[in-house]
């Protein structure tokens, strides 16, 4: 666990004195649901903290009353800049039933309670304590660290990481490694504690599926048309999966918890790798393995329908929007083939909307990630993550910015991630707190591969 406990005042000489965990009740307590986000406050308080530490802070802004924070702690001058960053924005709590108020930001049974105790001012607030420490220990890391803090993650960073991105390349300059989320956290698999670091995600492929017949009197019926082969459509799409692809990360990320697991389990799982037999395992694997599946394949799942003008009118054509998904390494044709094999001619395809991801990803930095981990925790084995959905890295990764999924906490094994964030009493561990603190104060002596 180290010697640094989020309960403990920080030390120094500059006098930053607020730790982790009163700093996250202080986050809580700005509402940031998304939307609307109103993060001005948050950043405004935010930015307070890092210039009193002597840091220089700037806002930019796609609309003012929702500033993204870039902060920058100057380095030695030995290394490339690295990136820290996260979002102040948090989902919204309506239908949902708390037992304790989202906003308060209560410390209650070793917890911090509230909306985005988790996702993220949880990992926002590790990230400043481990920073504003090093200020004002008068620390400075091996070269600059970059702090950007951004609005509108929840609704997919338009006016956040996206307008950064977009706008201001140049705050990224020299950069080719960060930490983000989504990672660093404990996750049982087999009896055996893990921490997954998120590398790769797949890349958002929208498809449309245009599917035509002919029109006529609706008092006539004509069996065949728009509307039986979009029924046919969706029934294929439903019924065939696509084929396997595994992809390094799957294989590096499975290959080393099968092994981790050993016996039968690991050898069971290890079968995940091969093609011919991912399917069975998968279903062998039950929740697990739909969890898996979507990271051994592109998938293309039907979300929006239109058709039809007119009570009595046989429409002659009618749409389908499919939310695709395409594994890193990728293209939008892989997937256009993929779905017409399993569909045939009963409807055109085009793609809509493309996000693409990293061409390939960049491991160099993950023997130093994970070697902070079992520093930290000799038993719990780290493997890189791929993601099913998508991050903020994906618009820095336009700007050749390998992202790393890290904001480690240690959490109990009846702790269940999964069933807490996004939902009511989100809640963070303190233990996992200072767990995620001391992970990236180490991480602050470390340059960047090179
Ligand atoms: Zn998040």
């Known amino acids: 666990m180290g010697n640094v406990r989020a309960g403990s005042p920080a030390t120094g000489c500059g006098g930053f004195s607020m730790d982790a965990v009163e700093l996250l009740q202080r986050l809580i307590r700005f509402d940031t649901t998304n939307p609307p986000g109103n993060e001005l406050g948050c950043q405004q308080f935010i930015r307070g903290l890092l210039e009193g530490a002597g840091l220089t802070v700037g806002f930019h802004a796609a609309t003012p009353d929702r500033p993204n924070l870039l902060a920058r702690l100057p380095g030695r001058g030995e290394a490339p800049p690295v990136l820290w960053y996260g979002h102040v924005d948090v989902v919204t709590t309506a239908q949902q039933t708390w037992t304790v108020p989202p906003f308060e930001g209560r410390l209650q049974d070793g917890m911090v309670w509230g909306r985005g105790a988790l996702d993220m001012k949880g990992g926002v607030a590790m990230m400043l304590t481990a920073i504003l420490r090093a200020a004002a220990a008068g620390f400075r890391p091996p070269g600059d660290l970059v702090l950007a803090l951004v609005c509108d993650e929840e609704t997919g960073g338009e006016k956040g990481a996206q307008f950064l991105a ?68 969706l029934q294929r799409i439903d019924a065939r999966a696509l084929p396997v692809h595994v992809t390094p990360v799957a294989r590096r990320m499975l290959g080393t918890m099968a092994a981790t697991i050993g016996g039968l389990p690991g050898l069971l799982l290890r079968q995940v790798l091969r093609p011919a037999t991912t399917d069975l395992v998968l279903r062998l694997l039950g929740a697990r393995g739909r969890d898996l599946f979507p990271l051994l394949r592109h998938t293309a799942v039907p979300t929006l329908l239109q058709g039809g003008l007119k009570y009595n009118v046989i429409p002659s054509e009618a749409t389908v929007v499919l939310d695709g998904r395409i594994l890193p390494g990728f293209a939008p044709a892989d997937l256009l083939a993929e779905v017409r094999a399993v569909t045939g001619d009963l409807a055109d395809l085009e793609v809509i909307r493309f996000q693409p991801g990293p061409p390939a990803t960049d491991l160099a930095w993950f023997p130093t990630l994970a070697g902070i981990l079992r520093e930290l925790d000799p038993t719990g084995t780290p493997v890189p993550l791929m993601l099913s959905g998508a991050t903020d890295a994906r618009f820095l990764a336009r700007l050749g910015i390998q992202t790393y999924g890290f904001l480690p906490m240690r959490l109990p094994p009846d702790f269940a991630f999964a069933r807490v964030i996004h939902a009511a009493d989100e809640r963070i561990p303190v233990e996992a707190l200072a767990f995620g603190v001391e992970a990236l104060s180490r991480l602050l002596r470390h340059g960047p591969p090179r």
Not at 173 to 179: K, L
Not at 192 to 216: D, H
């Open 166 to 233: 977009d706008t201001h390349p140049g705050l990224f300059a020299g950069i080719r490694y960060a930490v983000g989320e989504f990672g660093g956290c404990t996750t049982m698999v087999g009896g055996q504690r893990f921490y997954p670091i998120q590398v790769a995600e797949k890349q958002m492929c929208g498809l449309r599926a245009t599917v035509r017949g002919p029109a006529g009197h609706a008092s006539i019926p004509a069996p065949g048309g728009t509307m039986a082969r979009l029924g046919r459509f």
